[in-house]
Nanobody, 124 residues
Framework: QVQLVESGGGSVQAGGSLRLSCGAS????????MAWFRQAPAKEREGIAV???????TYADSVKGRFTISRDNAKNTLYLQMNSLKAEDTAMYYC??????????????????WGQGTQVTVSS
């Protein structure tokens, strides 16, 4: 059974940093397409970062240059390093997984497995 558990969310001032983690069980993160999504109140879920099975990275324009997705195969964990945070980054953040990456990879419909989410609040 595939399970994803996010952690690391919290409240931070604009310009600050946070690192989100997503612990996986029931499969190996190295062999899967892994992604981070976020959803702000009254907005659609937005794909922001993807890492595929060979380590290819994709970012949404809204986070490019500020956020970094990575994985630790030994810990079977996915990360999202978020720097230079802005008020508009405030959202619930979710990790997602699928055996393969679809095209475009930031489309939520490709992902079969989701975590429960972790809240990030950025104050200006």
């Amino acid at each position: 059974q595939v399970q994803l558990v996010e952690s690391g969310g919290g409240s931070v001032q604009a310009g600050g940093s946070l690192r989100l983690s997503c612990g996986a069980s029931g499969y190996t993160v190295r062999g899967y397409c892994m992604a981070w999504f976020r959803q702000a109140p009254a907005k659609e879920r937005e794909g922001i970062a993807v890492i595929n099975s060979i380590g290819m990275l994709t970012y949404a324009d809204s986070v490019k240059g500020r956020f970094t997705i990575s994985r630790d195969n030994a810990k079977n964990t996915l990360y999202l390093q978020m720097n230079s945070l802005k008020a508009e980054d405030t959202a619930m953040y979710y990790c997602a997984a699928n055996p393969f990456c679809g095209s475009p990879p930031l489309k939520s419909g490709w992902y079969n497995y989701w975590g429960q989410g972790t809240q990030v609040t950025v104050s200006s």
